[in-house]
């Protein structure tokens, strides 16, 4: 039996809608074979979501932790590569934190890989017609953050829980403000059951890997 945490966002920058947290209502009442699966809602705050995040991890123990995030703008479903340890928000969060051009921890390393299997899911992905791309830029915002913040915890504690990300595009119905408001008829989406279906393969590519990708 293998456990799974998973995470969402709520809703920021003036939106009413964050897709992760719908695409977890809908993942929440799935049945994986074989594995325990945890849904963690988290508010878009750089602090206590990287707090609330490790905590339950302290709790649950998962063997692997995928977080989810909005990315809007982009087309395709996108694992991200990589988390690196810089703050520089565009933007103000949710508690209206705004940290700038900062290590997210002093002293720590550049970067980390996400262990997570990202080239098997964007080729289940594709293999389902579900746009995915692998992504090089998780951005430098509270999603790069928390995925951060999760590896380094790993790493430190030498926890062999497997973590990564994937950030997903909008929802049609968070676009129509959107493309008024940028005059722009072309901001992405990509339909609820379609990110459903794809979260759902990429949770199922997770479970059946067994040990860290070779690199790391
Ligand atoms: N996306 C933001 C934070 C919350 C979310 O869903 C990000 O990419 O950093």
Redesign the pocket.
Known sequence: MKKLLLTA?EP?AGQQI?P?LEIVKDIRAMAFANAQLEVLELP?ACFDAVELTIHRMGEFKPDIILML???GGRASIHPERVAINMDDFNIPDNTGHQLKGKPIIDGAPVGYFSSLPINEIVDQLKQAHIPAEISNTA?L????RLFYSVMHFIAKNDLPTLAGFI?VPYLHEQTLSLNVERHSPDVPWLAREVMVAGIKIAIEVCLRQDSRPQFI
Do not use: I, R, S
């Open positions: 966002f920021f964050n992760t878009v995030g909005e990315a951005g915002y509270v999603c790069n950030h």
